[in-house]
Every structure is written in structure tokens, then in C-alpha cells.
């Protein structure tokens, strides 16, 4: 049976808020809206011009807000979905989500991670849609949407390899100092079924783009070396302790 241990998700608390700030702002114009007319403002010119700019305001106030949200809950959905497929493991995993990590300087915060008897993966999720381009040692990769108009937009992103490199790196570099040497892979989870990857990677880039994919990579897994349950909790328990103060 597996067992989870839960960090915070900071993400959920920005989420919650920028949803409220939208509803406030969202109804902001039609507050004013009715008090241009029924208190006939408009016989003002500046009062008038002042409703209407605020108007205007609140209105790409608005679009700015919703815009932030659905990046942030897209990205909530990723995880959720990841978890969900984590809870679909066989055998007695140690699962740990939304694990905040620092060494020194390195700090991030770990979607998910598996620590199992055949070895210890990093999963990084990522609900981005459209095509998707880059290679390995890029800085950057970029985004590409098309829409039905025929109109399309291109973005960059991150490239996700470095990121988790560096994570990995830094959950070594703490399991080093509490005298654990163990290796970490990491696997890079495109939760969208839009996702359409053109990728330059190395053969231990691994990358998966759906959620049968991913659950059979996670379960075929092995390093070849066995970790006993003892060394799971050991391992598991260093990571947890390190995030109590992050």
C-alpha cells in the first residue's frame, strides 16, 4: 500500500485568491455602470470620463486576472491529474507531493516523487498545449498554438530538463549530507492530451505524454539496485524534515 506525505501547495492558496480578486474587479463595472445612470453622472463631463476610464479599467483588470488564473488552475489540474495517476502504483511506494527542497542557494519545489524499492523519481508535470519544440541543452522551448481562425501564437517556456536537472541535484545534494548516496532519476509528464512533442532529448531524457504512458513508466521502473522499506522511510523522512522550514 502506498503512502503519501503531502507538502503545501502554495499554488492553491494564489489560486483561490486571484478568483475573488476577479469577482470583485468583475463586478466593479457594473457597480459603476449603474451609478453612471441612476445618479446621473453623466451630466458631468469629468465625472463622466472618470466612470468611464474606471470602467475601462476594471475591464483589462479583469482580462489580466482571468488570464493569471487559468495558468495557475491549468497547472493545478496537471498536478491533480498526476496524483491521481500516483495513487495508481502497485506495491509499497512512498509517494511525496508538492515538496518544497532547498540546498544552499538551490531551492524549488518538487510536483511529485516516488520512492520505491526499484528507485527514487522525480516527476515534474507540465499542462502546457499545442506544439511543443526544443531540445535538451536549450535555455528555452517554445510553445506554439493554432486556432481555428488560423490565427496561432508563440510563446517560450523554460526548458523543463534543466529545471528538473537542478532538482535532482539538489534532493542529492541533501540525501548527501544526511549520508544517504542514492540515485535520482527524474521524468518529465505532459498532462494535456493537446501536447503535440517535437523533442531533441538524450536516451535518459525520459518524457511522457500521457497518462497510460506515464503509469507504465512508473511501474516498469527499476535501477537495478533494491532499497529496503527501511531506507525508503530513512530517505523519505530526510526529505520531509529538510521542507519543515521552507
Known amino acids: 500500500m502506498n ?9 492553491n492558496k494564489a489560486a483561490a485568491a486571484l478568483f475573488v480578486l ?7 463595472p457594473v457597480l459603476l455602470l449603474m451609478a453612471f445612470v441612476w445618479l446621473k453622472l453623466y451630466e458631468t463631463p469629468i465625472t463622466a470620463a472618470v466612470v468611464i476610464i474606471l470602467i475601462f479599467l476594471c475591464n483589462v483588470g479583469y482580462a489580466f486576472l482571468a488570464r493569471r488564473y487559468n495558468v495557475l488552475n491549468s497547472g493545478l489540474r496537471g498536478e ?6 500516483a495513487k495508481k502504483l502497485s506495491g509499497n511506494n512512498i509517494i511525496l507531493r508538492n515538496l518544497p527542497v532547498r540546498y544552499k542557494k538551490g531551492r524549488s519545489e518538487l510536483d511529485l516523487m516516488v520512492v520505491s524499492h526499484k528507485g527514487i523519481i522525480i516527476v515534474e508535470v507540465k499542462n502546457h498545449s499545442g506544439a511543443i519544440s526544443g531540445s535538451w ?4 522551448w517554445t510553445q506554439k498554438k493554432f ?4 490565427k496561432n501564437s508563440s510563446i517560450e517556456m523554460d526548458n523543463p530538463i534543466k529545471q528538473m536537472r537542478r532538482q535532482r541535484d539538489i534532493v542529492k545534494s541533501i540525501l548527501n549530507a544526511s549520508g544517504e548516496d542514492v540515485w535520482v532519476d527524474t521524468v518529465l509528464f505532459f498532462s494535456s492530451p493537446n501536447a503535440k512533442l517535437r523533442l531533441n532529448l538524450r536516451e535518459n ?8 504512458e506515464l503509469l507504465h513508466f512508473l511501474e516498469g521502473y ?6 529496503s ?3 525508503m522511510e530513512k530517505i523519505a523522512a530526510i526529505l520531509k524534515d529538510a521542507a519543515k522550514d521552507l
Open 22 to 28: 476577479q469577482v470583485i474587479v468583475g463586478i466593479c
Open 222 to 227: 527499476d535501477r537495478g539496485e533494491t532499497i
Open 80 to 85: 491533480k491529474q498526476l496524483y491521481r495517476i
Open 147 to 150: 486556432y481555428r481562425d488560423g
Open 3 to 11: 503512502k503519501i506525505i503531502k507538502g503545501k501547495n502554495r499554488n
Open 137 to 140: 541543452k536549450a535555455e528555452k
Open 229 to 231: 522499506q527501511s531506507r
Open 205 to 212: 531524457d525520459y518524457v511522457c505524454s500521457s497518462s497510460a
